[in-house]
């Protein structure tokens, strides 16, 4: 149900860069927490040959016990009676998460994006809480747009790799929120 209503996001950017440049574009890139606005952003492009790219809150570092990347350091497990990727201890107890998003700040995630990484594709990695902050103030600096601390993570991504991508290569970056909900928690780290 969440895939098809969030899905109105996917099916908005195909119709639109269908007519702006006529054609796909090369990645797709968005945050993953729970994950619903990254599957209907997918969701309308799958089966096209696109990079798809989720990024997680990855906190102080994947190799720290302080980051929310599910996906990228979890192991399946259900949560809320539904099988997937979580982050748990060696008795399957759920662990806690941290990021500075409070939307990336979960355990677990959409089933359909456990389905995606290991069945379609799909590449999950992490941006660090410093990564996105560095985004966040680019992306203000910038554009003049304030994104919120989610989709910042994602941003993160672009900015560390569109360096090394071919020239003319067309990336969409699903902005899911707005930053100023978390300007009290930017404010005196940027």
Same mark, same amino acid.
């Given at each position: 149900?969440?895939?098809?209503?969030?899905?109105?996001?996917?099916?908005?950017?195909?119709?639109?860069?269908?007519?702006?440049?006529?054609?796909?574009?090369?990645?797709?890139?968005?945050?993953?927490?729970?994950?619903?606005?990254?599957?209907?952003?997918?969701?309308?492009? $799958?089966g096209e040959d696109i990079h798809m790219i989720? !990024? +997680? %809150?990855?906190?102080?570092? @994947?190799?720290?016990?302080?980051?929310? =990347?599910?996906?990228?350091?979890?192991?399946?497990?259900?949560?809320?009676?539904?099988?997937?990727?979580?982050?748990?201890?060696?008795?399957?107890?759920?662990l806690p998460t941290h990021s500075i998003s409070?939307?990336?700040?979960?355990?677990?995630v959409g089933p359909e994006h456990s389905f995606?990484?290991?069945?379609?594709?799909?590449?999950?990695?992490?941006?660090?809480?410093?990564?996105? $902050?560095?985004?966040?103030?680019?992306?203000?600096? !910038? +554009? %003049?747009?304030?994104?919120? @601390?989610?989709?910042?993570?994602?941003? =993160?991504?672009?900015?560390?790799?569109?360096?090394?991508?071919?020239?003319?290569?067309?990336?969409?970056?699903?902005?899911?929120?707005?930053?100023?909900?978390?300007?009290?928690?930017?404010?005196?780290?940027?």
């Open positions: 149900i969440v895939r098809d209503f969030q899905s109105v996001i996917g099916n908005e950017t195909r119709e639109q860069i269908m007519q702006v440049v006529h054609r796909m574009p090369d990645v797709l890139v968005a945050c993953v927490g729970g994950g619903s606005n990254a599957i209907g952003f997918f969701y309308p492009f $799958l989720g !990024v +997680e %809150g990855g906190g102080l570092g @994947l190799d720290t016990d302080k980051h929310a =990347a599910t996906l990228c350091q979890g192991r399946i497990g259900v949560l809320h009676g539904t099988m997937t990727y979580l982050l748990q201890d060696a008795d399957g107890q759920v409070a939307g990336l700040d979960y355990p677990g995606l990484k290991d069945e379609r594709g799909v590449v999950y990695t992490s941006a660090t809480d410093s990564e996105a $902050l560095d985004a966040f103030r680019t992306t203000c600096h !910038v +554009e %003049g747009i304030m994104p919120a @601390l989610e989709s910042a993570h994602a941003l =993160a991504y672009v900015l560390a790799t569109a360096p090394k991508m071919d020239r003319g290569s067309i990336v969409i970056v699903n902005i899911s929120g707005r930053g100023d909900k978390d300007l009290d928690i930017v404010e005196g780290l940027i």
